[in-house]
């Protein structure tokens, strides 16, 4: 499944956004993503992890619960340390299927490390259910511990519900766009015959 854009710069940047905020999790949960997905997509999340950090870092050090380890930004610091090994990893294999020749849409966000091969058809099911129901399960009990890395897991489970909605709604206008150019030019073709016949 590719990830595409609605039409218009506020669709598209919604797609971008969505995207950026679930690639720290979807990092970690897929295979195979494309080259898109781990290049500008990669900076932005990387750039929105940074300011992140700075807001809980500053909310730790002069908020009213100045010190306290529920605020500690420290673990969200470590899970973007991590993010960004697994991205380099990511690329890396990347490159490789690059090299063996395999082709992959620029915008695929990956397939799911805990859907097996044979039921690929629920791929988008799984994206839109079962992965951010898992992450945001996990985001909430983090909460408990630390509200920094709680709120974050939990902001990337929206993300990617949102953004698979989105992709989904997106292929479906594109399936319509050209299922309509088909017909279009069959109309055209059929057209273009009867002036032949008359001549």
Not at 129 to 140: F, S
Request: net charge positive; charged share 15%.
């Amino acid at each position: 499944m590719s990830n595409g854009s609605p039409g218009g710069a506020a669709g598209r940047t919604l797609v971008l956004w969505s995207c950026v905020g679930s690639l720290p999790a979807e990092i970690f949960l897929h295979k195979g993503m494309g080259r898109r997905t781990l290049g500008v997509n990669a900076v932005f999340a990387l750039v929105q992890m940074i300011a992140f950090l700075f807001l809980f870092g500053y909310y730790f050090t002069t908020g009213p619960h100045q010190g306290h380890p529920y605020y500690d930004p420290t673990p969200l610091g470590l899970y973007f340390v991590l993010f960004l090994f697994w991205l380099v990893l990511a690329r890396l294999g990347l490159w490789w299927r690059e090299r063996q020749g395999e082709i992959e849409h620029s915008r695929y966000n990956g397939f799911p490390h805990l859907l097996p091969p044979r039921l690929a058809r629920f791929e988008r099911s799984f994206k839109l259910i079962v992965e951010p129901a898992l992450v945001l399960i996990l985001g909430l009990k983090v909460w408990d511990w630390n509200m920094p890395l709680g709120f974050y897991l939990c902001f990337n489970a929206f993300c990617m519900c949102w953004g698979t909605l989105v992709n989904w709604r997106c292929e479906g206008r594109r399936s319509l766009d050209m299922r309509d150019a088909m017909i279009e030019q069959r109309m055209h073709a059929q057209s273009l015959r009867r002036l032949t016949h008359r001549f």
